[in-house]
């Protein structure tokens, strides 16, 4: 069974970080839009920056949740007979 705790963090987060990074994009200059300038802008945008940095935290937290779980006889093999 996967503990609560490690898993909260994981699902939580998502959220900001979606949030983060739709929001500095959105205020970003149209002009901008489809170019690389675009990228460059969002990279000196903290709010942006922090919205990368809940997505990695977040993935961590998800590496450190699957690397506790345990697969039983649950998971097995999917086979296909013809």
């Avoid at 490690?6 to 998502?14: K, R």
């Avoid at 949030?19 to 002009?31: G, H, K, T």
């Avoid at 903290?46 to 809940?54: N, R």
Wanted: zero cysteines; glycine letters at 6%.
């Amino acid at each position: 069974m996967v503990s609560a705790v490690p898993v909260s963090p994981a699902a939580i987060g998502d959220a900001p970080a979606s949030v983060l990074r739709r929001r500095a994009a959105r205020s970003a200059p149209q002009r901008k839009a489809f170019r690389l300038a675009l990228i460059m802008a969002l990279i000196r945008d903290p709010a942006w920056l922090g919205g990368i940095a809940a997505l990695i935290a977040g993935f961590i937290f998800q590496a450190a949740v699957l690397s506790q779980a345990r697969l039983g006889r649950q998971a097995r093999p999917v086979t296909v007979k013809s």
